[in-house]
């Protein structure tokens, strides 16, 4: 394990950890970090002219063994087409990056968050799910959360699902919530839905609302902020 770098604190600046958000696309999981408290960089292996905060173009992994440790916390988000119901309809494969990139997390001896979608939840170590309704977004968007480094939360009561919601791809109807995946319509209103105003339909499809991090980003806080207590 590589040995963490001691994160320094001047008492007379506010509290704003170093976060690291890995395979970032365009920012949703990095947004609501960042309005927890968080000074946020992203890293991705494609450029993200959209992302919204600062971004190195580079392999996750690399990059986390690399730098890891020098973050309070990282969060990463490993490329879901490989457990994407859609992707396995089409016939397409794509590369499993949750062992390898938790072995990286691992090695920072940081505490982390590793999301994914419902097919990869019997890869991940007691997931935590996260649903829109719990955050009063009008979508449902279930996402998985693996805590390690120390870190763990709570979710919030995850409330019925009364709201039918649109067919995959389909207009939203009336009285219904989107699902906003694949070639959806209504870019505008996914944004709107989502909290993410930035993003083009690309990016939405793909991302985790910010209503979601900033949860468990207060939750991070806290804890990074009692280590400094204790180890005060």
């Avoid at 994407?84 to 949750?98: A, E, V, W």
Wanted: aromatic share 10%; proline share 10%; charged share 20%.
């Amino acid at each position: 394990m590589t040995q963490p770098v001691p994160i320094r604190r001047d008492a007379a600046r506010p509290f704003r950890p170093r976060l690291l958000d890995a395979y970032c696309c365009q920012g949703g999981a990095g947004m609501g970090y960042r309005r927890a408290g968080f000074d946020v960089t992203g890293v991705d292996i494609a450029a993200q002219p959209r992302y919204p905060l600062s971004f190195h173009q580079a392999d996750a992994i690399t990059f986390i063994r690399e730098f890891g440790a020098s973050f309070d916390f990282i969060h990463v988000s490993p490329p879901c087409q490989h457990d994407s119901d859609c992707q396995r309809l089409q016939g397409r494969t794509h590369p499993d990056l949750i062992g390898p990139t938790r072995e990286a997390l691992e090695a920072t001896g940081r505490p982390y968050v590793m999301e994914n979608v419902r097919g990869a939840v019997a890869k991940l170590r007691c997931p935590v799910m996260l649903c829109g309704a719990m955050f009063g977004l009008k979508t449902y968007r279930h996402r998985y959360f693996e805590t390690g480094g120390g870190f763990t939360f709570t979710p919030p009561p995850h409330p019925p699902h009364t709201v039918p919601q649109a067919k995959m791809g389909r207009p939203v109807p009336p009285g219904h919530f989107g699902q906003y995946v694949g070639n959806f319509s209504g870019v505008e209103r996914a944004r709107q839905v989502m909290g993410v105003p930035w993003m083009n339909r690309d990016g939405i499809r793909e991302c985790i609302p910010p209503a979601y991090t900033e949860y468990i980003g207060r939750a991070a806080l806290a804890s990074l902020r009692m280590e400094l207590v204790v180890a005060a």
